[in-house]
């Protein structure tokens, strides 16, 4: 009887096994449809039905750095023959590079709002990340009146909705002149950061025992010194965890980058959408723009895997 | 005696006398940022406080002339707002219970011995990594009603997803449970995996039926964390606005978040969005508070 109900737990168990893995499937179907969209040749991009099977191509990766126009008949020869391998697909696609005064290929958009995505994320990070680990230990090491209620404002900043904070900042910024100013974004993603990692940062210096600082305060080091030669080393997976979260929450930020920017210092979010309302629609080029910019995310997240719990709940759950 | 009160190191210790006192150290630390979050976002707030009660537009050159309570009568008194809020309501309980079925089902899916279970759950977990708005922009090419992979999945011919103002904002809504159902898995399986075996097991020699122990213990259990979970979404989802502003723009789909921004940034009624700006604000930290209390007692434990 009893192998009998065990029998029936093993196929149960199979099957919920099985399972998981077709929810794995449909949930990763979106994903890899953006991704295979990138590397299709344009005619294939929209079929009906759908295509599956097709011969990878780059040439929406190539457009998406260049600026084109749509042209009948056949290319210049000369400048045919001379173009590369990856250049003469879009030609033979029907499209003609738009060429500068010097003959070279006028680039888009999109790379300069990627450098600046990077430049903004990086420094809003390195900046959040820097402040918050000294505020966090602050808090971790000593004692402060009203600590909790300084932790909750420091917290309910973070949870500001966006739009009702870029109001009144649009305003300032604008009298200021830091409306669509790399600072003035690095300023705000600054901003919503930091409370984010003075929290995670909190968490993990915690768990640094007490006992190795103050070995390190009887061996005759300061204060200062034993913070920086033996917490800081200490927590240097943590600081590199925040670091991750606070760049993917800056990279992938879109609406102060909306409002706050136009043009000089836009980022990759708003930019990317921006293209689907403009002349004829390219999926291949858009799924291209879209497949670059969420690699890094991607690869970051592997990175993150062990800490993404730890980061969801500001540090407040570790497992 | 004072700085007994002031650290949690040894501060008897001769080091405390070395180097800058414990007190400097502390304000060095912690000051700076209180002060750039008190610059940047209390201050602001401060200034549209004062525009709540004017009519001040930022496109014309006019000044600002005071009007009370005005603003706030007209807005909830305004029924154009009320469905705003309404449609957000709507939303954020669609999106939030769609993801603790999706999100809290999954869990239980991945609470057994899964081959790759740590790969599995890695792979589950990138959609909530990636950008709202990227995302929005994407699935417009999963629910093209034309050549969208739906609604050939499906067999749903050219059904409108988007441009349909009854299905528009349940599209919206879905896209956001496919983003942020990991977000509750990832907390139900921490909730999950900390349940100790012993308790299936005594319910197991009980003969305990698998309601009884799922109702009994499983959930009871995981609720701290799942609760956690369903506040934080809660507030992120009164909060969308990139999601729907990227996919859609008709009036059904009009969320609180995108009122508020077009009012201050498109009709440039200044003084009129501080003023919703502040209601929104306060329902919001209302939330947070509540957060924050639950989150500290799951640390607690």
Redesign the interface.
Known sequence: MAAVASKGHKVW?RA??G???V??VI?????Y??SS?AFKPRNLA?????TIVFEPTVTAFVKLFTTRVQARGEPDPEEYAKAPWYEKQVLDSGERFIKDSEGKIESSGYWSRFLNSIIIAVTSTFLAVA??T??A????????PGEQD?L??????R??????????????Y?SVGLVDTHIGLI??Y??FN??FS?WLMKGFIDEIP?EY??AA??D????????FKIVLPQAATGIAATAVFCF?TA?????FAL?MTNRKAQTA??Y??AQ?GSGITD?TV??AG?FL??VP??I???LL?KH??RG???G??R? | MEEQVLTRLDSGSTAARRGLSDLSIRNLFIIPTIIFLIVFNIFPLLYSLGYSFTDFRASVSQPATFVGLENYRDLLGDPYVWSNFTITAKYVLVSVGGQVLVGFGVALLLNRDVPGKGLVTTLLLLPMMMSMAVVGLFWQLLYSPTWGIINYALHLGDFAWLSNPDVALYAVALTDIWMWSPFVMLLSLAGLSAIPKHLYEAAAIDRASRWYTFTRITLPLVSPLLLIAIIFRTMEAFKTFDLAFIMTSMESTELIAIRLYKMAFQEWQTGRSCALAYIVLIMVLAITNIYVKYLNKAKER
């Open positions: 168990n919920l096994i399972l998981v893995f929810v794995l949930y990763l179907l979106p994903l449809w953006i969209t929209t079929t009906v039905p759908p402040m918050g000294l505020t230990y602050g808090f971790s090491r000593f004692r402060m300084w909750f404002f420091i917290l309910s900043t949870m500001l909705p966006p739009v009702v904070v870029a109001i009144p900042m649009f305003l300032m604008r300023i705000l600054t901003a930091l409370s003075v007490i600082e103050e305060l009887v005759g080091y300061t204060r200062m010194q034993s913070f993917i990279w992938n930020e879109y609406a409002m979010p708003p990317i959408p689907l999926w858009i799924a879209t910019f969420l995310v991607a970051f997240t592997f895997r993404l719990l969801v709940t500001f407040a759950i497992k």
